[in-house]
């Protein structure tokens, strides 16, 4: 079931503390995903699930790649690079959307989160920004009009949150913004209607590119190899890539040369 070509391919992506685990259990309706506020990163590995897409019921089934916190300082840099082999591995066959989660309560795009947006873009190519859909966590019923005033700055067509990544990548197009709600999502109308929203916008991104799913060069590599050769040559894609972005090559290149050396 997981290379199955109908199957919604997600990649879930954003920094701790987002709510990024616990909107997939909401997509699901299962505690599958581990979820919590914590000074440290709840999602430690990997996680990939085939489930039916049950919020709401769309009778089409969705395969679930979630990703450890981007912006983790209490992990090693290795380990950081290891991870993304295994999810880069995990996404070869391609890719329906690639979510990015927000905290509405904090809205800021710090540089280790833009500059992971920039590997992205220089490992998958300036595509993968048509499969992107930003998602805001926490826009609670009851706090929704205290929110409009944060909405409405992230929505502002010329100085607003998607407006501002536009302008920093140079896109020719706007990801589609969605504002969620994690609580009570078995009863609650409004967090359905949220959700109705995400699926809206994901399909949305699907019908933009024909229904194909996303895949690139680098992916076409990727599954070109095998074992060791592989995740080597994952590392060394990444390795590259980040040579190229001038604020990552301190901190960045070091760690992947040092998985370079170890594998």
């Known amino acids: ?3 199955d070509a109908n199957n ?3 990649a879930v992506m954003g920094a701790v503390g987002n ?4 909107t997939l259990n909401s997509i699901i309706q299962e505690p599958l995903f581990q979820s919590g506020r914590s000074i440290g990163p709840v999602t430690q590995r990997i996680g990939s699930c085939v489930r ?4 709401p019921e769309v009778g089409r089934t969705v395969h679930i790649v979630d990703t450890p916190g981007m912006c983790d300082s209490t992990y090693k840099d290795v380990e950081n690079v290891h991870l ?5 591995k995990t996404l070869s066959h391609g890719v329906s959307a690639f979510v990015l989660v927000f905290n509405i309560h904090n809205t800021r795009l710090d540089e280790y989160t833009k500059n992971m947006l920039r590997l992205f873009e220089r490992l998958l190519g300036p595509q993968f920004w048509k499969h992107v859909v930003i998602v805001f966590t926490h826009v609670d019923e009851d706090q929704r009009d205290y929110l409009e005033d944060n909405i409405d700055a992230l ?7 998607v407006r501002v990544i536009h302008q920093w990548f140079q896109l020719q197009y706007q990801p589609p913004i969605v504002f969620l709600s994690n609580r009570d999502t078995r009863y609650s109308q409004y967090a359905r209607d949220c959700f109705m929203e995400l699926y809206q916008a994901v399909v949305s991104v699907e019908e933009g590119a024909r229904r194909e799913k996303f895949t690139c060069t680098f992916f076409q590599e990727v599954n070109n190899r095998a074992g060791i050769v592989q995740d080597n040559f994952i590392v060394q894609s990444i390795r590259t890539a980040t040579a190229a972005i001038p604020q990552m090559i301190q901190s960045g290149s070091r760690a992947v040369a040092n998985v370079c050396s170890v594998m």
């Not at 709510?19 to 616990?22: F, L």
């Not at 039916?52 to 919020?55: A, E, I």
């Not at 929505?155 to 949150?161: C, N």
């Open 1 to 3: 079931m997981i290379n």
């Open 84 to 88: 993304m082999v295994e999810f880069f």
């Open 19 to 22: 709510g990024k685990s616990s």
């Open 52 to 55: 039916n897409w049950k919020l």
């Open 155 to 161: 929505t502002d067509p010329a100085e607003g949150f």
């Open 8 to 10: 919604i391919v997600l």
